[in-house]
C-alpha cells in the first residue's frame, strides 16, 4: 500500500478542517424562497486577506452575506454588452427531480438534490459500516457514485448522542485504491457549505478507474473538542483512541456505463506566460466535468511564490446561445458562482509537471444535457511577487470640524488605498495564528477605502518598525459592486498590524509583498465538445 506522504496529509488538513459556517440554517432558509436556486459560493463575496485569521473571518462572513449570495443565483439573458431584457430566470436543471425520500443525513444538505439525481439510476451504494467502539459511532450509508466522483458521509456520535464535526485527525488514512491497492482517487473540494453533524468527504476518480474500486479506512484518533482543565487552569484538546477501520468495494460498471467522456486538445498561452491545456469533458447524471492543466514559462514562475497553486484561479464564463444564457464562475464579479466540486492536484508540480485543475458545474446552474457551450476565458489570479511599501507616520493624522484627511497613500499595480484613521483593538487569543510570535495586548488598526483591480485575497503584508522588527498584517473588508473601470471599491477597508502598539512608537513601514494579481489580457474562446445521446435519459 501507498504510504501517506505529508503533502497529503497537510492536503486532507487544508481540506477537512477550514472553518465554515452551518449549513443547514443557510439551506432552510433558502427552502422557503420559491424560484430561488439552491446553491452557495462561499468564497465569492467576502473580501479578506488569505491568512490564516483572515481565512477563518473570510468563511464567517459568508453567513452575512446570504442574502447577496441569494440574489446573484440567477441566469441572465445572453448578451455581452447591454443589461437582460427580462427579468432574472432560473432556467436550469430542466429535467424535474423524481419524488423520492431522501435520508435524513442528506435531506437538508446541498446533497439532497444529487441523491434524488443517483439513486434512481442504482448510483448510491450502501455499505452498511456501523461501528461501535467505547460508545463512539461512525456510520457510513449511501455513499453517492458516478464516472467523475465519490461522496462519502460519515455519521460520528459521541457516548452522549453528540454528532462530532471535523474530528478526525486521522482522515489521511482513507484510502479509494484499486485491487491492487494503487490510488485511483483524488481528494477533491465540495464548494458548498458543509454540515454540523455528519462529515462529506469527495473525491474525484482518475482518468481510469477499474471496475471495482476498494474504500478502506484506518481511523483510530479522534479529536473530540476543547474542555476546561480546572487544575491546569487552561483549555485542553481532548483525544480518544478508537478503532473504526473499515472496508467496503465499490462496484463502477453501472456508474461508468452511465457516462458521456470528451478527450480534448485545446491550448492557451496568456501574454504574462500561463499556458492552459483542456483535456477532458465529462458529463454524469450529477454533473459537467471539465478537466485542465495549468503550467506557467519560466519568466512567470519566476514571478510567482513557490505556493502559487494554492491561490491560482481561472475565471470564465459558460455561454449557451442555443437558450441566450450564460453562467460567471469564479472571482467576485456581479453574479459569480463557483463549480459545485473543485480539483486541484499538484502531485505532478514538484516534477515539472503540470497543476491539474477539475472544476464540476452542477445541473441546477449549468443543465448536463446542454449542448453547443461556449467557455470563454475572462482572466486568471495569480499571487506575485511584487514588494512596494510605504512609511507611516501616525503622528500626521489630521481631523478638523470631525472630518478625518488621509494621511498615507499606497498605490500598487493599479490598487489604491487610502489612510485616513485609526486605532488600537485588544488582541484576541482565539484568532492569533499559530505560526505568529505576538505578545498579547494591543494592535493598531488602521483605517480607510481602498480600490482594488485585482484579487486581493491572498495579498501578503507586513509592518516593519524602526528597530527592523516585522508584525503581520490582516486586511478585512467587503467591497461594493465593481465601478465602470472594473475595480472593486471598499469603503470600510482597516489593516490591522497585530502586536503593533502605543508603546512601539508611531513610524513605522507598511509593505505589500505578494499581490494575487487579476490578470484580464487574455483571449481564449472554446466551443465544448457535445454529444449524440446521454445513457442516463435512454
Known amino acids: 500500500m501507498k504510504p501517506i506522504s505529508k503533502d497529503e496529509d497537510r492536503l486532507w488538513e487544508e481540506h477537512l478542517y477550514r472553518e465554515e459556517p452551518d449549513a443547514d440554517f443557510t439551506l432552510k432558509v433558502m427552502q422557503k424562497l420559491d424560484g430561488v436556486s439552491m446553491e452557495s459560493g462561499e468564497d465569492q463575496y467576502p473580501f479578506v486577506k488569505?491568512?490564516?485569521?483572515?481565512?477563518?473571518?473570510?468563511?464567517?462572513?459568508?453567513?452575512?452575506?446570504?442574502?447577496?449570495?441569494?440574489?446573484?443565483?440567477?441566469?441572465?439573458?445572453?448578451e455581452r454588452t447591454a443589461e437582460p431584457a427580462q427579468p432574472a430566470v432560473n432556467a436550469v436543471d430542466r429535467l424535474p427531480l423524481p419524488n423520492i425520500?431522501?435520508?435524513?443525513?442528506?435531506?437538508?444538505?446541498?446533497?439532497?438534490?444529487?441523491y434524488k439525481r443517483l439513486k434512481p439510476l442504482g448510483l448510491v451504494v450502501n455499505p452498511d459500516i456501523n461501528i461501535n467502539d467505547q460508545g463512539y459511532t461512525l456510520k457510513i450509508e449511501d455513499v453517492l457514485v458516478d464516472r467523475s466522483h465519490m461522496v462519502m458521509t460519515m455519521q460520528q456520535t459521541t457516548p452522549d448522542g453528540l454528532g462530532l464535526s471535523r474530528s478526525l485527525s486521522a482522515m489521511g488514512r482513507i484510502h479509494v485504491t484499486d485491487e491492487e491497492g494503487r490510488q485511483v482517487a483524488t481528494l477533491a473540494r465540495d464548494t458548498r457549505t458543509k454540515g454540523s453533524v455528519t462529515e462529506r468527504l469527495l473525491f474525484q476518480f482518475d482518468d481510469e478507474i477499474p471496475d471495482q474500486v476498494f474504500v478502506r479506512g484506518e481511523l483510530r484518533n479522534l479529536n473530540v473538542g476543547r474542555y476546561y482543565d480546572y487544575e491546569k487552569k487552561s483549555y485542553e484538546d481532548r483525544d480518544v483512541t478508537v478503532d473504526w477501520s473499515f472496508q467496503f468495494n465499490i462496484d463502477m460498471t453501472k456508474a461508468k456505463s452511465l457516462a458521456v467522456e470528451n478527450s480534448m486538445d485545446n491550448t492557451y498561452t496568456s501574454p504574462e506566460g500561463l499556458k492552459l491545456d483542456m483535456t477532458q469533458l465529462v458529463r454524469t447524471p450529477n454533473g459537467t466535468r471539465l478537466d485542465l492543466n495549468v503550467s506557467l514559462d519560466d519568466e512567470l514562475r519566476?514571478?510567482?511564490?513557490?505556493d502559487w497553486?494554492?491561490?491560482?484561479?481561472?475565471?470564465?464564463?459558460?455561454?449557451?446561445?442555443?437558450?441566450?444564457?450564460?453562467?460567471?464562475?469564479?472571482?467576485?464579479?456581479?453574479?459569480?458562482?463557483?463549480?459545485?466540486?473543485?480539483?486541484?492536484?499538484?502531485?505532478?508540480?514538484?516534477?515539472g509537471g503540470p497543476l491539474k485543475l477539475s472544476e464540476t458545474w452542477d445541473p441546477a446552474l449549468v443543465t448536463v444535457d446542454a449542448k453547443n457551450i461556449r467557455f470563454v476565458l475572462d482572466g486568471y489570479t495569480l499571487p506575485v511577487k511584487e514588494e512596494k511599501s510605504v512609511e507611516v507616520d501616525l503622528k500626521k493624522r489630521r481631523k478638523?470640524?470631525?472630518?478625518?484627511?488621509?494621511?498615507?497613500?499606497?498605490?500598487?499595480?493599479?490598487?489604491?488605498?487610502?489612510?485616513?484613521?485609526?486605532?488600537?483593538?485588544?488582541?484576541?487569543?482565539?484568532?492569533?495564528?499559530?505560526?505568529?510570535?505576538?505578545?498579547?495586548?494591543?494592535?493598531?488598526?488602521?483605517?480607510?477605502?481602498?480600490?482594488?483591480?485585482?484579487?486581493f485575497m491572498g495579498d501578503r503584508w507586513v509592518a516593519v518598525d524602526s528597530d527592523g522588527k516585522e508584525y503581520p498584517v490582516e486586511v478585512n473588508g467587503y467591497p461594493d459592486q465593481p465601478n465602470n473601470n472594473g475595480e472593486y471599491v471598499e469603503d470600510d477597508l482597516q489593516l490591522k498590524i497585530r502586536g503593533f502598539n502605543e508603546e512601539k512608537g508611531t513610524k513605522f513601514t507598511l509593505k505589500r509583498t505578494v499581490v494575487n494579481r487579476e490578470y484580464r489580457d487574455v483571449n481564449w474562446e472554446v466551443d465544448l465538445p457535445s454529444y449524440d445521446s446521454l445513457p442516463w435519459l435512454k
Do not use: C
Open 50 to 78: 488569505k491568512s490564516m485569521r483572515a481565512h477563518w473571518m473570510r468563511r464567517t462572513g459568508i453567513a452575512a452575506a446570504a442574502v447577496v449570495i441569494l440574489a446573484g443565483g440567477a441566469w441572465f439573458a445572453f
Open 101 to 114: 425520500p431522501v435520508p435524513e443525513a442528506l435531506k437538508y444538505s446541498y446533497f439532497a438534490d444529487d
Open 309 to 351: 497553486a494554492n491561490y491560482m484561479s481561472i475565471i470564465y464564463h459558460l455561454e449557451i446561445p442555443e437558450t441566450n444564457e450564460y453562467r460567471i464562475f469564479n472571482g467576485i464579479r456581479p453574479d459569480a458562482r463557483q463549480a459545485k466540486f473543485q480539483l486541484q492536484d499538484q502531485s505532478d508540480l514538484r516534477n
Open 302 to 306: 519566476a514571478k510567482v511564490n513557490e
Open 400 to 455: 478638523d470640524d470631525n472630518k478625518f484627511y488621509t494621511f498615507v497613500a499606497f498605490e500598487q499595480l493599479g490598487d489604491k488605498i487610502l489612510i485616513y484613521d485609526f486605532d488600537y483593538e485588544p488582541v484576541m487569543e482565539s484568532y492569533d495564528p499559530p505560526q505568529v510570535d505576538v505578545k498579547k495586548g494591543y494592535s493598531l488598526v488602521l483605517k480607510g477605502s481602498g480600490t482594488f483591480r485585482n484579487a
